[in-house]
């Protein structure tokens, strides 16, 4: 199809994942009610659904890769087009490369040649970013970065029994992938300062903007803390500590589970409940049965047979706790902190990357250093024994979170990078 003959074709954005769920939620299946996949499919999937409320020049699909299947798995909701490609392991045993999606690859070069498109990839330093950037010609490419950041910092952050495994694969990226992002890529989206004077580096300050996940403020807002621990069976007369994340190493979590003895050495009815899925949950269970706390932190779901707690069901979560604590090791955002300052819930984070922007923006909160259950501790008992009111900047906040502010700033980018390939635009 020629220039002439795409223009007359409505404007397309594939908004591409490149990881698999399975990657770190195991028991992960594509499904057909795609508000149902674990985080709403995806952000790049939430992202879509917000720009095709916002505007109606763009045509809309949502590419997606997964490890786990054996062939392409399309559906079309809300005139949105979702797709799922089989992705493949590169490397073998002790050297990990990470994934690639050949079947999205070649299917892309073919799509971007029948309609004026803009390709949209989430995470940068995956093979399925990387060799898209190479194969795709004269189409705009836009990175949105999630917790993408320099090798050098990547491997300085890897646990030390695990980061001679990874040398290979740092040195291979560091290399490669740097290079190739930097030569091709139009435009990066990153979420937090470090990581926009990182891209800044490597591609060009007028290249890199800073663009966040979202969420709806008007889901997470306060609400009466007794209400809704009656409508979750939780005790009122406890308190309570609350994490939701994916269980994963790089969470943090074991530091948060160590902190429980000390803290119910000074509140012995002080719990702790932890919302979420993943690979490292057996790990935690362990470590808490080995301090002998099993009894006092809530595994939700208990077991990896039981249903996933459903988004709308965590605003309950947020304002039936007394603190929150996001113990992170590596966290480009923290969404999961802008959930629980947004229903007014006293946060407690650690001081890496995109946690300290939280704080920034909503006015509020305590950072403590990483890896430290010490000074978790420390900072829940403070905030416990306070028991002063959580006051938070919404306003403020909303301007850098909300969805629609979000879905605003990305169409901006997406009008600014079709007017400057294809001409003319709204």
């Given amino acids: 199809m020629n220039r002439e003959e795409c223009a007359t074709l409505k404007e397309r954005v594939i908004l591409a994942n490149t990881h698999s769920f399975s990657s770190f939620l195991p028991d992960f299946r594509v499904q057909e009610e795609i508000n149902e996949l674990p985080y709403g499919g995806g952000w790049h999937i939430r992202l879509a659904q917000q720009i095709a409320k916002s505007t109606d020049r763009y045509d809309l699909e949502c590419w997606s890769i997964e490890k786990r299947l054996d062939k392409e798995f399309v559906i079309n909701d809300d005139d949105i087009l979702y797709r799922f490609f089989p992705a493949q392991c590169v490397g073998s045993g002790r050297i990990n490369l990470g994934e690639v999606s050949w079947p999205l690859l070649r299917e892309l070069r073919v799509e971007v040649k029948k309609q004026h498109s803009l390709v949209h990839l989430h995470t940068a330093f995956t093979w399925t970013t990387v060799f ?36 290979a694969s740092y040195l291979l990226k560091g290399f490669f992938f740097e290079r190739a992002l930097k030569k091709r890529v139009d435009c990066f989206l990153v979420l937090n300062k470090p990581t926009e004077r990182y891209f800044s580096r490597l591609a060009g300050a007028e290249k890199v903007h800073i663009s966040t996940m979202g969420i709806d403020f008007s889901v997470y807002r306060r609400i009466d803390k007794n209400r809704a621990r009656d409508d979750l069976g939780l005790d009122s007369s406890k308190k309570y500590v609350l994490c939701v994340a994916a269980m994963v190493e790089r969470k943090g979590l074991d530091y948060l589970i160590r902190s ?19 690979y490292y949950k057996k790990h935690l269970q362990l470590l808490a049965q080995k301090l002998h706390i099993q009894e006092k932190i809530h595994f939700i779901p208990a077991t990896d047979s039981e249903p996933r707690v459903p988004d709308e069901k965590l605003p309950l979560y947020y304002n039936a706790a007394d603190v929150f604590v996001l113990p992170s090791l590596i966290e480009g955002l ?6 629980a300052m947004a229903c007014g819930t006293p946060f407690i984070g650690t001081n890496v990357e995109g946690i300290p922007s939280l704080v920034e ?26 028991g002063a ?38």
């Fill in 260 to 278: 429980m003895p000390p803290i119910r050495e000074r509140l012995p009815d002080t719990e702790l409940l932890l919302v979420g899925e993943g």
């Fill in 389 to 426: 009111p959580f006051r938070v900047n919404r306003e403020r906040a909303k301007t850098y979170y909300d969805w629609h502010n979000v879905a605003k700033k990305n169409i901006d980018v997406y009008n600014a990078l079709f007017n400057r390939y294809y001409g003319g635009g709204e």
């Fill in 132 to 167: 898209a950037s190479i194969f795709i010609k004269e189409t705009p490419i836009l990175v949105q970065c999630h917790e993408d950041r320099s090798l050098l910092q990547l491997f300085l952050e890897t646990p030390e029994r695990k980061r001679y495994n990874y040398l």
């Fill in 334 to 339: 923290g969404v999961v902190g802008i959930e």
């Fill in 361 to 386: 923006q909503f006015e509020a909160g305590v950072l403590i250093p990483p890896r430290d259950s010490n000074a978790i501790a420390s900072a829940v008992v403070k905030v416990l024994e306070n």
